[in-house]
């Protein structure tokens, strides 16, 4: 439980303790086997016993000031709007973000949450433990306690990353920067790629491997250039801290337009953004190229 007097350096100590516990328990469940279901008809919407494992620890440990993804919907956008407008600290998490991946021992899942404050993500932590999958040989099976990732985290508009091993981190955070190489690649989500398509003649390229967090590492390492949102409050919200600190920006699609001042104003009454779709670029021009090599498909 925290209160509007809680710092944000204790939120984030607070999330970090979070994190190393949830990415542990993920890894573990992992490695002991799991039986992967869908949620109702959408088979692109998978769910694992672990998801609901974490998410009852975020609920555990963020009490009634949490939204998270599986129990948003109960919850409704009013009581969202609510929360998140506080002065006080309100945290929006996605238990495992990348289910399939995960499921399918795929290395582009992970944890991440949120805190937030009147109305906006100010600070966040996000652990891939699998990231740093070795592929220098078939793939093989990794006991839990020797999977190694990365966590990122950003708070007071600075970025962060540790190396982990087994879900917990094995030194200190460390600053991270933006990376100024060009890749000419974006994030591409298979939500986007169902409603977008994207003119490679444009000297853009798609890539993803896997869900909203493995794309905000990649971004946030150096791998993409850019990506792209147009998912649900509990996939943006844990990242966008993360961008901003890297000092990448949203831009609405097609005409460069801001976004809203409140966050929850990025998404309609299912808490889901999927009718608008949002750049986050560098800059206003590399907004504008990528924004005229996009098409609706």
């Not at 204790?10 to 516990?21: K, N, P, S, T, W």
């Not at 070795?134 to 793939?139: G, L």
């Not at 879900?167 to 190489?181: K, T």
């Amino acid at each position: 439980m925290t209160s509007s007097d809680t710092s944000e350096s204790d939120v984030l100590a607070q999330m970090l303790a979070f994190a190393e516990e949830a990415a542990s328990l993920a890894l573990t469940m992992r490695a002991t086997g799991l039986d992967m279901t869908n949620k109702g008809p959408d088979l692109g919407q998978a769910l694992t016993e672990a998801d609901l494992a974490v998410s009852q620890l975020m609920h555990a440990r963020f009490g009634p000031d949490l939204i998270e993804e599986e129990t948003a919907e109960d919850l409704g956008q009013a009581a969202a709007r609510a929360l998140l407008a506080r002065n006080a600290w309100t945290f929006v998490g996605d238990p495992i973000d990348g289910t399939r991946p995960f499921a399918g021992g795929l290395s582009g899942w992970g944890v991440m949450v949120a805190a937030c404050r009147t109305g906006w993500p100010r600070s966040c932590v996000m652990s891939l433990p699998a990231w740093n999958e070795d592929r220098s040989a078939p793939a093989r099976s990794i006991p839990a306690e020797a999977t190694e990732g990365i966590l990122l985290a950003a708070s007071e508009g600075r970025a962060f990353w540790a190396p982990t091993r087994g879900g917990r981190m094995i030194a200190a955070l460390r600053p991270l920067h933006r990376p100024e190489r060009r890749t000419g690649h974006v994030g591409w989500l298979s939500v986007t790629a169902q409603r977008y398509t994207l003119d490679y003649g444009c000297g853009w390229f798609p890539w993803s491997e896997g869900g909203a967090i493995s794309d905000a590492a990649l971004l946030a390492t150096g791998r993409l250039d850019a990506t792209l949102s147009n998912n649900r409050l509990w996939d943006l919200g844990p990242i966008l801290p993360l961008f901003e600190a890297l000092g990448f920006r949203l831009f609405h699609w097609p005409d460069l337009g801001d976004p809203p001042a409140a966050f929850v104003d990025l998404f309609d009454a299912e808490l889901s953004a999927h009718d608008d779709l949002w750049l986050v670029c560098r800059d206003r021009d590399r907004a504008a190229d990528l924004a005229a090599a996009i098409r609706r498909a």
